[in-house]
């Protein structure tokens, strides 16, 4: 299957802007855009998936413009139960990729389906709890796979350590030009890691923006994986 979404194969840090001022969104995206981060990370709560509610497509779309003018994405990660009610809304309001959980929905291969005829990239995601197996059936469907490495609904917890034999198997599913993303505990002392068990998207919210300098943050942990890259 051709890769019609190539963002999503690059290795790049994804700043979650769960952990940015909700007041300030859009001009702490743009000073991440102007030091060279192109995809961001989007967390849809529910109240339901996960206790707690975020954001929505208001949000997306109110970044689509700024991220989309400078040849970014945004990724979006569906805390969300039964993710296909809103699919065609999330693609309106300028989501690039769209990752559901496992555990959230049922006919998973069919929804994801629905993602890519949207115009999404499809992404697949599950618990720390959840074996990675359930995602063997569906791996060739999408785009991203994503390994949670905490479990969702909040930022600022502790990298869980099994997640890096996790990802490793994700990338072992993952299908040719697909990218396996890690979410959760990103930072200086887990990034490297990450990267060198499989993960090529590295979502990162606190260590970004709860750092005194987000932009000086986001370059430090680009340079980390640059350095763990194998040539
Ligand atoms: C957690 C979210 C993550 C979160 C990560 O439920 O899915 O995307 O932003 O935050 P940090 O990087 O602070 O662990
Ligand atoms: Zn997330």
């Not at 497509?57 to 979006?76: E, K």
């Not at 993602?115 to 063997?136: C, D, F």
């Not at 490793?168 to 993303?181: H, I, N």
């Amino acid at each position: 299957m051709e890769n019609a979404h190539p963002w999503i194969s690059a290795t790049q840090v994804c700043p979650s802007i769960l952990a940015a001022d909700f007041g300030a969104f859009r001009s702490q995206v743009s000073e991440l855009l102007a030091v060279g981060a192109r995809t961001f990370h989007v967390d849809v709560m529910d109240g339901h998936f996960v206790p707690v509610i975020t954001f929505g497509t208001g949000v997306v779309a109110a970044l689509a413009d700024v991220v989309h003018d400078a040849g970014g994405a945004l990724a979006v990660h569906m805390m969300v139960e039964r993710p296909e009610r809103f699919i065609d809304d999330y693609a309106r309001a300028g989501a690039d990729s769209l990752t559901v959980h496992v555990e959230a929905t049922s006919h998973l291969h069919h929804h994801l389906r629905r993602i890519r005829e949207a115009g999404m990239a499809p992404g697949v995601t599950l618990n720390p709890g959840t074996p990675v197996s359930l995602l063997s059936e569906v791996a060739e469907e999408a785009d991203n796979l994503l390994c949670m490495s905490v479990n969702p609904g909040w930022g600022g917890q502790s990298f869980i350590a099994a997640s890096l034999r996790r990802l490793a198997e994700m990338r072992a599913l993952a299908r040719p030009g697909a990218g396996v993303e890690i979410d959760g505990g990103v930072g200086p002392a887990t990034i490297a890691d990450c990267h060198r068990a499989g993960a090529n998207r590295l979502t990162a919210g606190s260590a970004i923006f709860s750092a005194p300098d987000p932009a000086a943050a986001y370059l430090d942990l680009v340079e980390r994986v640059n350095a763990a890259t194998v040539p």
